[in-house]
C-alpha cells in the first residue's frame, strides 16, 4: 500500500493548489513523493492548452491577491486564456449611471484581478505541483478509514492509499466527505446561475461589470480573451427557476438580444459563443471543516452565491493557510495529521468563510431574492454615496482583489 504524508482528493484548481502547497511546506522536490493527488479528470486537464482550444464553458474570477500567491509558488498563467480585470462596475435600478466604479487605481494595483478558464488554470497550477514532486494518482477516493496514526483512503477501483492527512477539495458535491459523515448546512435559493459565453460588438476595455435588476435578477459579464479577433463576455445570469427555463429554451439570437435589453444596450451581444446552461444556486458552509485527520477545502466545505465572483479564491486562501500550517508542522516536526494542525486550520478558517458567506447571502436576500423590497431604494442609494467616497472604493477594491 502505497504512504503519502499529504493525500489531496480532488484534481481542479482549488485540489491542485492543496497540493503544490503543502509539498512545498514540506521540501518534497527531490525526494521520494510525500504528497500526492487523486484526480478524477481522464487524461489533458494537466496538459498545457493549446492556445487554438476552444474557449470553455467554465471561468473563473481569480483575484490579484490569489494571482500573487500563486505567482510566489511559481505558477505562471497562461496569458493567451486570460483577460485582465480591470475595473468592476456595478448597476443598480435606482440610476442609469454606475452606482459603483473599483478600479485598479483605488488599490494601487495594475489590476484587480483576471478571468481565466477551468482548464488552462487547473493546467498551470497542475505543472508547478508535478514540478514540486506532487503525484498524480488517476482515479476517484469513494471512502476513508481512521487507522491510528493514518487514514485508509480506498479508489473506485478498489486500491488503497495511506496518508498522515487527507484534504478533500472534491467539489461541493463532496461524496467524500458525505461518506465520512462530515456535518455541512446548505440552503437552497430556489434560483439559478445562466452561463453562456457571447461576442460583442465593442471592447470590455476589461471591465466586470454587474447589474441588480428591477426584476430581482442578478447579471454579471466577465471579460473573455478575443476569440478570433472579437471581444468576447462570460455571463452569469442569476434569475429564477421559470426565467431560467425561459432563457434555456431561447434561440442564439433571442438570447443575446435578452442579454443586451438587460444592460440597457450598454453592452451589445452579437453572437453566443457559447450556449447557455444553467446550475442551481445555494449556500452551503462546513461549520467545522475538518475530522480525524481530515480537512475539508474548496466548495467542498464552502459554496457562496456567485455575484461576489469568490468561490474559487476562497479555496487559494484555504491552500494558502494549509500552506502555513504545514510549514509550521513540519519545521517543528509535529504529526502533520494531528488533531493540533487540523484545529488550527479550523480557527484560522472559520471567521474570513463566515464572513463572506454572511455578506453574499445578505445581498442574495435583498437583490436576487427579493426578501425586503422596502430597503432596496436605501441601498441603491447608499451604493452610490458611498461609491464616490475614495477610501470606501479603496476597502471594496482591496477586498474584491
Known sequence: MKQFDVLVAGGGPVGWACALACARALGSKNSAPRVAIVDREQGGVVDPVSVDAPLSRRVYAVSQRSIAQLGGWNVSLDRSRTATIEQIVVHTAASATPALTLGAADRRTEAIGAVIEHEALTARIAQAAQAQGVLRIPGECIGADCTGESRTVELADSSLLRAKLLVVADGRESALASSMEISFTERSYERRGVVAHFQIDTPHRGDA?????????????????????????????????????????????????????????????????????????????????????????????????????????????????????????????????????????????????????????????????????????????????????????????????
Not at 450598454?266 to 452551503?284: E, N, W
Not at 480537512?295 to 466545505?301: K, Q
Not at 425586503?372 to 454615496?385: C, E, N, R, S, Y
Open 209 to 401: 461589470r454587474q447589474w441588480f435588476l428591477p426584476d430581482d435578477t442578478i447579471l454579471a459579464l466577465l471579460p473573455l480573451p478575443d476569440v478570433n479577433g472579437a471581444p468576447a463576455v462570460s455571463m452569469v445570469w442569476s434569475v429564477s427557476e421559470s426565467r431560467g427555463a425561459e432563457l434555456l429554451a431561447m434561440s442564439a439570437e433571442a438570447l443575446c438580444e435578452a442579454v443586451s435589453a438587460a444592460t440597457d444596450g450598454s453592452v451589445q451581444m452579437s453572437a453566443v459563443l457559447q450556449s447557455a446552461v444553467a446550475f442551481p444556486l445555494a449556500l452551503k458552509r462546513m461549520p467545522d471543516p475538518i475530522a480525524d485527520r481530515v480537512i475539508v477545502v474548496g466548495d467542498a466545505a464552502h459554496a457562496v452565491h456567485p455575484l461576489a465572483g469568490q468561490g474559487v479564491n476562497l479555496g487559494f486562501a484555504d491552500a494558502q493557510t494549509l500552506h502555513d500550517l504545514m510549514a509550521a508542522g513540519h519545521k517543528q516536526q509535529i504529526d502533520l495529521g494531528s488533531a493540533l494542525l487540523t484545529g488550527k486550520y479550523r480557527r484560522q478558517r472559520y471567521a474570513p468563510t463566515l464572513g463572506l458567506a454572511l455578506t453574499t447571502d445578505l445581498l442574495a436576500r435583498l437583490y436576487n431574492l427579493g426578501q425586503w423590497p422596502t430597503l432596496k431604494p436605501f441601498a441603491d442609494t447608499g451604493m452610490q454615496v458611498l461609491g464616490r467616497l475614495p477610501a470606501f472604493r479603496r476597502l471594496l477594491s482591496s477586498a474584491a482583489a
